[in-house]
């Protein structure tokens, strides 16, 4: 290259130029394209994991998928609203597959995972064998499924209804007028530490009554032949059944009564395990006139209930129902939100002393406080007759929410729990398989 | 952060399409400009006393695009190819989707409720969840528990007429084509061009810009004509690099179809 000088002049002079200009350039467009030093990248939202441990697939994906969509409804409503403590709520849902065996695995995952809480679990069977990896990670298991009561953990906070809230107030209807003054009850499970342990309850509470039990049947779970189990029904004399047979069983228990004609007016189930969105599952003509007892009946006639359930069904589908547990599983994830916001952590003990004063929540079947001494929701007792359009017609109502109590002096003498001042008070061993 | 890892630059897929064609324009323009004041006078020593050294220059830089030219091309279709593919896919899917709910509709209830229920909960799922996962890059999981639920339910089916026997045989085929579909969609959650490629296109533009700081003409000449050239170096790269995931960036694949059917299933 061959410059005069004066080229050279020009050429050192434009690259000053040059050099100011891009600069100022520069200067007056980096605000626009990097601002915040981000490039415009929208900031990621902070997010905190939960974790729905629910089957999906197997033979208790027909009762415990509605509480996975339900938990879903609520953190993405949660979401919408702004999160928990401004971060989005990232629901993980694996499967375990209605395998006991699969609970602890899918548990470990998920607290692996980093879940701050897990909502889930069904059959007392999976709750307690995931009990102590919640325990020993010491994070929260939320529970909304009735139980068999006689357990307490500072981990697990329960939702659902104990005997003294369900089954109890269920056979005080039955021998009352108007239930039709019942005397002899058959006593029908599947075989697991639910049926058996609030069968045991029961025969206890019995033993106080007029009424007695007049037969025990206990089946597989996910058996669906019952035919035997319908003879021996007949031939005990009931005049009523309890029921805590679970999942797709159902199917075949009701195939077999009315196999046998069994007239629901003269020898009604009542059952623990059946709500609106089991029946989607089972013949109408089958199962109407018998009876459910529950917390929550999608029928119920009130606003609040209007409102949730139609935001349910606007979200998932105009053919979906809401029912019992899927109220109170609603419920406790809201007094999670409460209990978080007023901890302002998502840390277990934090959490844990934020139930110290007792959280309330309005939930669309009534209102629900926390006992900071059990960690158990108070709830309303309801019993509705099936119809035929796979609804309930709610026969009766307790006029208040009723405190749970999940070692009812009766069946577990000298047992007691205060979370507040020490724990578990242990009274004497029970053995729920002897005699009564 | 290994710089030839593709996913350490993912992240330039969260910053909007605008700002990151100039992003990429300023990169490779800023990158001629410093190279035409800082390097530029030391490999003008190498040609400096070469006469007619511009013909020289301007011959390689020729032969040079051709081939380069010609790489960006085939990369930039394939990288397209890719998308399209994976777009396909998704119809594809969709349409099993489609086609699955009118089958099972046909079942006797409850069955059919029942059915039709999980997939839309599957649809619902793929719009709601699994979509936002794909654009950060992640395969989405949980779709295949709603899958198995569906199958679970559907041969729990046992057929008792001639009409319900073809009607789930046909249902059973559509669940088929619906896996298949549905397993490429997650397969191109993670596709993208190999890193090599990546390699050869970054060292061809250097090359290519290198080539053009051996020109001898009026420095701000130089600075317009090469810049030109680094800046329309910069889109076609932007381009590629929108291209090359196909759930991400602004050239990505949405969950149309699948919005769509949701919209239709909701209305009946």
């Given at each position: 290259m061959s410059g005069t000088p004066a080229d050279r002049l020009s050429r050192r002079e434009a690259l000053r130029q040059g050099s100011a200009a891009t600069l100022a350039a520069a200067r007056a467009l980096a605000p626009a394209l990097f601002a915040g030093c981000?490039?415009?990248?929208?900031p990621r939202a902070k997010t905190v994991k939960v974790g729905l441990l629910h089957?999906?697939?197997?033979?208790?994906a027909m009762s415990a998928t509605s509480l996975r969509d339900i938990e879903l409804h609520a953190f993405e409503q949660i979401n919408a609203a702004g999160g928990i403590l401004g971060r989005q709520v990232v629901p993980r849902a694996p499967d375990p597959r209605s395998k006991t065996d699969f609970f602890p695995r899918r548990a470990r995952q998920l607290l692996d995972d980093g879940s701050v809480a897990v909502f889930g679990c069904w059959t007392s069977s999976a709750r307690k064998a995931v009990l102590p990896i919640f325990e020993e990670a010491k994070k929260l298991l939320f529970y909304s499924v009735q139980y068999e009561g006689n357990e307490s953990s500072p981990y697990v906070v329960y939702g659902g209804m104990v005997p003294n809230q369900q089954i109890l107030p269920a056979l005080d209807w039955l021998a009352s007028v108007a239930g039709g003054l019942r005397k002899k009850i058959f006593l029908l499970g599947s075989d697991l530490v639910f049926p058996r342990t609030a069968n045991y309850i029961a025969k206890k509470y019995l033993a106080t009554k007029e009424m007695r039990p007049v037969g025990e049947a206990y089946v597989p779970?996910?058996?669906?032949?019952?035919s035997g189990v319908v003879k021996e029904i007949l031939a005990s004399g009931a005049d009523c059944v309890l029921s805590t047979v679970n999942g797709d069983s159902n199917i075949g228990l009701f195939a077999a009564l009315a196999k046998a004609e069994v007239d629901p007016a003269k020898i009604p189930v009542m059952t623990t395990s059946i709500a609106e969105d089991e029946l989607r599952f089972l013949m109408p003509e089958q199962v109407a006139g018998h009876y459910a007892a529950a917390c929550?009946?999608?029928?119920?006639?009130t606003p609040a209930n209007q409102m949730w359930v139609d935001g349910f069904r606007k979200e998932f589908g105009y053919d979906r129902v809401t029912g019992d547990p899927m109220e109170p599983d609603w419920c406790l994830v809201h007094l999670w939100k409460k209990a978080v916001e007023k901890a302002g952590s998502f840390e277990t003990e934090a959490v844990r002393q934020a139930f110290r004063d007792g959280l309330e929540f309005a939930g669309p079947g009534g209102p629900v406080r926390l006992?900071?001494?059990?960690?158990h929701t108070s709830k309303f007792f309801r019993l509705g007759r099936i119809r035929e359009?796979?609804?309930?017609?709610?026969?009766h109502a307790s006029p208040e929410p009723i405190v749970a109590d999940p070692y009812p002096a009766l069946a577990f003498p000298g047992w007691s729990v205060d979370w507040t001042k020490g724990g578990i008070t242990r009274g004497a061993e029970v053995d729920i398989d002897g005699d009564v | 952060m290994n710089l030839f890892d593709p996913e350490s630059w993912?992240?330039?897929?969260?910053?909007?399409p605008f700002r990151l064609a100039l992003l990429f324009v300023t990169v490779f323009v800023g990158f001629y400009w410093v190279g035409s004041i800082v390097v530029r006078p030391i490999l003008r020593q190498f040609v400096k006393?070469?006469?007619g050294s511009n013909d020289i220059v301007g011959y390689v830089l020729s032969c040079f695009c051709v081939f380069y030219g010609l790489l960006l091309g085939l990369i930039a279709v394939t990288a397209y190819q890719n998308v399209a593919e994976a777009g396909a896919n998704v119809t594809r899917e969709a349409s099993a989707v489609s086609a699955l709910y009118e089958d099972v509709?046909?079942?006797?209830e409850p069955y059919s409720q029942n059915l039709r229920w999980l997939i839309r909960d599957y649809t619902r799922y793929v719009i709601k969840y699994a979509w936002p996962l794909q654009q950060q890059g992640i395969v989405p999981e949980e779709g295949t528990i709603r899958i198995q639920a569906f199958h679970d339910q559907l041969l729990d089916f046992e057929p008792k007429t001639p009409s319900q026997e073809i009607i789930h045989a046909e249902a059973l085929r559509q669940l088929n084509e619906l896996l298949a579909a549905r397993q490429l969609r997650l397969y191109s959650v993670k596709a993208s061009l190999p890193g090599s490629m990546w390699f050869v296109m970054i060292v061809g533009a250097i090359l290519n810009i290198a080539i053009c700081w051996l020109f001898d003409m009026r420095f701000l000449t130089q600075l317009m004509l090469g810049g030109i050239l680094a800046a329309y170096l910069g889109i076609m790269m932007h381009l590629i690099f929108d291209m090359?995931?196909?759930?991400?960036?602004?050239v990505s694949i949405s969950a149309e179809p699948f919005e769509a059917l949701y919209k239709r299933i909701e209305e009946q």
């Open positions: 981000s490039l415009g990248i929208p089957s999906q697939t197997g033979t208790m779970l996910g058996d669906r032949d019952f929550y009946f999608q029928s119920l006639d006992d900071p001494k059990t960690q359009d796979q609804q309930f017609d709610i026969v | 993912y992240w330039l897929y969260d910053v909007p006393y070469t006469p509709s046909r079942y006797p090359n995931q196909p759930f991400r960036g602004d």
